[in-house]
């Protein structure tokens, strides 16, 4: 092995120039004492792992991986990046059953579905949830968000063969949330399209993302899922289609956590990955597409805009997509994290951290009183919708309310 | 995406800039690789450190942005500058004709042009002599030298004392050393102020100063001047280690001023490439949103911090445009081998016409316009005039389109 060998790391790990500027936006660091904080646990404690991998600390688990250290950074280090591959190179700890039942979304999703009344009314049991607080440590404060029991997918089946009607077509990446829990969005999702001309179908089986498999520390189980996914995205960028997701998180861990984190090659369709906001953004604002929407529509709207879309730097294609909808008066919200992080804030040791670091956005929302949260991320609108009692809509689901069809 | 000016950089030049533009009402945005010079800020900006800064631009090399300029235009956009931060909020101290001091953590007096809100502007140096000065730490605090400071300031005449408070609000800090820094704990201090303020009354005695870190007013900006109303005695916020928590929130204040303009912030977003053709830049291309086109463009893309201007082993470049760029031939000439002396290889960055439009192998383009320390032709260090050449490039740039 080369002096090189010994000495660098990926992740533009040499850049650092020890500024300090990254220590400043992380929103682990002051309400939790336990984690180092991005300096210490990216570049620094790097450079001493690169010499033993003895210096690996378990403390790094309490990074949220929101990536607010990388958009801060001002010499393009992937502090987050450092930290999270540290985590799958050195850590021993092995993810328990309660970590693997929140990691594995779409498997708890087929199994939990068939049953959702039944699943829906005992995990929002007093009872079920100090069960689960005891026994699993997942916190009681917590709702599990609801199974549907008709997912998203079947209900696809039927619309299907109708979108051949439209000449343009994207494939949809609806991720577990819309199809397990939350399909009213999925459904939101193919109206706002049909109605702007472009027709809808599905991908050839699709898989979880693997976020919640990532943070959890299940990396072959990641691995597995991005390669599968990576092969039937191909299949759809081969037949000439654009994938449109509603879920900034599913987007940000295809488009580049796959190549940063999992090690798997996405070239040949990252580019080809969007948000449906930015999507039709773009296609209003060159004329192809016009929305035909209600004379009457009134909401104030408080635009949440979740780390992970911070991160991607599209918070202003869904906020300028809001602010065309006539009759929308809409306060963009201070950039700050609600503190779930996904499955983070499950957790029973976090519960007390991520609502500490959520703080200030529940007061900044309290403050504004909306009607309603606008918000492009499912975990985002389960904290906020616990922590402010109000609900939380994806601004897809804003603009199909908005359409005058 | 379409603008009608695109400003690379979201620093001091890049956030003036903006905002000067945004009052004209032109549609822009500006993209911002990172966070900026801002948080590294002593509180304090420098216009020109000479006794008389107006008079002093005729003796300035010819290349430096305030020559260019002309001593009678410096005036104007030197108190410009200030009314355009008091519109976004900021009561800057000073008068922006003419210069003052600061106190340095080393406890020297430094020249200064104008002040954040918390930080003193003395119209001399007489003005720091002879007083009794009660200097209060936090414990466990390490960016921020008492010892440094009490013995420059009884160089002067003063006398020191020194106390450290510990507060049980710290002590969950305190848990982790590595993180007992400026900005963390005003986070906590934004509720913590009214202790502190309780706790420098009590250990008061004869003494008619206080000095506390630069700690506090991280999202309330009004907690430096709650602490002064509290406290029977001169309060003086001092500078810490970076990062600096008045330049932070400065930075905060901008841009939400910006943006209530109806100006596109694109935070950790990074031209990567620019279209240009015919002497123009017609696009650039980010990394997050792609293609942004507009009529006219800012380069405030800084110094080499910022990576506005980089190096090669014989050469310093502008990486954008590959613009001109002011730097003397083969390197042994770049640098003085004593160290505090004034360095060229600091006075490196890119060429302009006299208004400022960025030459590309000696021809100007027509909408491409540079501000901030990405300018060649001044020492800024040597000069103290960052800050200052920042905001009134910026502020010319933005008159100019």
């Known amino acids: 092995m080369t002096l090189q060998e010994y000495t660098s790391s990926s992740h533009n790990f040499e850049e650092c120039m020890k500024c300090t500027v990254c220590t400043a936006y992380c929103p682990v660091v002051p309400a939790n004492p336990k984690y180092p904080g991005p300096k210490q646990a990216g570049p620094d404690g790097e450079r001493l792992r690169l010499k033993d991998p003895f210096f690996f600390e378990e403390t790094l688990?309490?990074?949220?991986?929101?990536?607010?250290?990388?958009?801060?950074?001002?010499?393009?280090?992937?502090?987050?990046?450092?930290?999270?591959?540290?985590?799958?190179?050195?850590?021993?700890?092995k993810p328990k059953l309660r970590d693997r039942i929140l990691a594995s979304t779409d498997f708890m999703g087929t199994l939990a579905r068939p049953f959702a009344p039944v699943v829906n009314g005992m995990t929002g049991l007093g009872a079920?949830?100090?069960?689960?607080?005891?026994?699993?440590?997942?916190?009681?404060?917590?709702?599990?968000?609801?199974?549907?029991?008709?997912?998203?997918?079947?209900?696809?089946?039927?619309?299907?063969?109708?979108?051949?009607?439209?000449?343009?077509?994207?494939?949809?990446?609806?991720g577990c949330y819309v199809n397990y829990n939350f399909p009213q969005l999925g459904k939101d999702f193919v109206k706002v399209m049909n109605a702007a001309g472009i027709g809808v179908s599905l991908l050839d089986?699709?898989?979880?993302?693997?976020?919640?498999?990532?943070?959890?520390?299940?990396?072959?189980?990641?691995?597995?899922?991005?390669?599968h996914n990576v092969a039937v995205l191909g299949k759809a960028v081969e037949s000439g289609k654009k994938i449109l997701t509603t879920s900034s998180t599913c987007t940000f861990t295809m488009?580049?956590?796959?190549?940063?984190?999992?090690?798997?090659?996405?070239?040949?369709?990252?580019?080809?990955?969007?948000?449906?906001?930015?999507?039709?953004?773009?296609?209003?604002?060159?004329?192809?597409?016009?929305?035909?929407?209600?004379?009457?529509?009134?909401?104030?709207?408080?635009?949440?805009?979740?780390?992970?879309?911070?991160?991607?730097?599209?918070?202003v294609f869904s906020i300028g997509l809001l602010k065309m909808i006539p009759g929308i008066e809409l306060t963009v919200l201070d950039s700050n994290c609600c503190g779930i992080a996904g499955t983070y804030g499950f957790k029973k040791e976090n519960y007390e951290v991520s609502q500490a670091i959520g703080k200030p956005l529940f007061d900044q929302i309290a403050r504004v009183a909306p009607d309603y949260v606008a918000c492009d991320c499912e975990t985002c609108k389960w904290q906020i919708e616990m922590s402010t009692g109000l609900e939380v809509r994806n601004p897809i689901s804003v603009l199909a309310e908005a359409l005058d069809i | 995406m379409e603008f009608d000016v695109m400003i690379i950089g979201g620093g001091l030049a890049g956030l003036t800039a903006g905002l000067a533009l945004q009052e004209k009402g032109k549609r822009t945005a500006i993209v911002s690789a990172g966070q900026n010079a801002l948080h590294f800020s002593s509180g304090a900006f420098g216009l020109?450190?000479?006794?008389?800064?107006?008079?002093?631009?005729?003796?300035?090399?010819?290349d430096h942005p305030y020559a260019r300029i002309g001593a009678d235009s410096l005036r104007t956009f030197a108190e410009k500058a200030k009314g355009l931060f008091a519109r976004a909020g900021i009561e800057l101290n000073g008068n922006p004709l003419g210069n003052g001091f600061r106190l340095t953590p080393q406890g020297a007096l430094k020249r200064a042009w104008l002040t954040l809100p918390e930080v003193d502007l003395f119209p001399d140096e007489a003005a720091v002599k002879g007083h009794k000065v009660l200097i209060v730490n936090l414990l466990g605090y390490l960016d921020f030298n008492t010892s440094f400071l009490a013995l420059g300031l009884e160089k002067k005449g003063c006398t020191c004392r020194v106390?450290?408070?510990?507060?049980?609000?710290?002590?969950?800090?305190?848990?982790?050393?590595?993180?007992?820094?400026?900005?963390?704990?005003?986070?906590?201090?934004?509720?913590?102020?009214?202790?502190?303020?309780?706790?420098?009354?009590?250990?008061?005695?004869?003494?008619?100063?206080?000095?506390?870190?630069?700690?506090?007013?991280?999202?309330?900006?009004?907690?430096?001047?709650?602490?002064?109303?509290?406290?029977?005695?001169?309060?003086?916020?001092?500078?810490?280690?970076?990062?600096?928590?008045?330049?932070?929130?400065?930075?905060?204040?901008?841009?939400?001023?910006?943006?209530?303009?109806?100006?596109?912030?694109?935070?950790?977003?990074?031209?990567?490439?620019?279209?240009?053709?015919?002497?123009?830049?017609?696009?650039?291309?980010?990394?997050?949103?792609?293609?942004?086109?507009?009529k006219d463009f800012i380069l405030a893309t800084g110094s080499y911090f910022s990576k506005g201007i980089a190096s090669d082993m014989n050469h310093v470049y502008e990486p954008l445009f590959a613009a001109d760029v002011i730097q003397d031939e083969g390197r042994g000439s770049w640098y003085d081998p004593n160290f505090f002396n004034p360095q060229s290889f600091l006075s490196y960055g890119v060429a302009t016409t006299p208004g400022f439009k960025v030459l590309k192998e000696g021809v100007p383009f027509e909408n491409l316009y540079a501000a901030g320390s990405v300018l060649g032709g001044c020492r800024s260090l040597a000069l103290g005039c960052g800050a200052g050449v920042a905001l009134v490039t910026a502020l010319s740039v933005a008159e100019t389109i």
Request: charged share 30%; aromatic share 8%; glycine share 6%.
């Open chain 1, 61 to 93: 688990k309490y990074c949220l991986n929101c990536k607010r250290c990388e958009v801060a950074c001002p010499s393009g280090v992937k502090v987050a990046d450092i930290i999270q591959a540290a985590r799958i190179r050195y850590s021993k700890s």
């Open chain 1, 128 to 174: 079920t949830k100090a069960v689960l607080d005891a026994t699993f440590a997942i916190d009681k404060h917590r709702t599990f968000p609801k199974y549907a029991f008709k997912g998203f997918e079947s209900w696809f089946r039927k619309e299907a063969p109708d979108q051949s009607r439209f000449p343009e077509q994207v494939a949809y990446f609806h």
């Open chain 1, 205 to 227: 089986k699709e898989k979880c993302c693997g976020v919640a498999m990532i943070s959890n520390g299940m990396i072959d189980g990641a691995k597995k899922h991005a390669a």
């Open chain 1, 255 to 315: 488009r580049d956590e796959y190549p940063e984190l999992l090690g798997i090659d996405n070239g040949k369709v990252r580019d080809s990955i969007t948000l449906a906001t930015r999507y039709l953004y773009e296609k209003i604002v060159a004329g192809e597409v016009k929305l035909p929407f209600k004379k009457d529509f009134h909401a104030k709207i408080a635009y949440h805009t979740p780390c992970h879309m911070e991160k991607l730097g599209w918070g």
């Open chain 2, 48 to 62: 020109l450190d000479r006794e008389d800064p107006f008079g002093a631009v005729a003796e300035l090399d010819e």
């Open chain 2, 163 to 294: 106390e450290t408070l510990r507060l049980p609000e710290m002590e969950r800090l305190r848990q982790n050393p590595s993180e007992m820094r400026s900005v963390n704990i005003a986070r906590v201090m934004d509720n913590a102020w009214v202790k502190v303020a309780g706790e420098v009354k009590s250990l008061l005695k004869d003494e008619d100063w206080v000095i506390l870190p630069q700690v506090f007013g991280l999202r309330d900006a009004t907690v430096p001047s709650q602490i002064r109303e509290t406290v029977p005695a001169r309060v003086l916020f001092v500078g810490t280690m970076p990062p600096s928590v008045p330049g932070m929130r400065t930075q905060m204040q901008l841009k939400r001023a910006y943006e209530a303009l109806g100006g596109t912030f694109l935070m950790g977003d990074e031209v990567l490439s620019a279209e240009t053709g015919e002497a123009r830049v017609r696009s650039v291309e980010t990394r997050n949103i792609g293609r942004i086109g507009a």
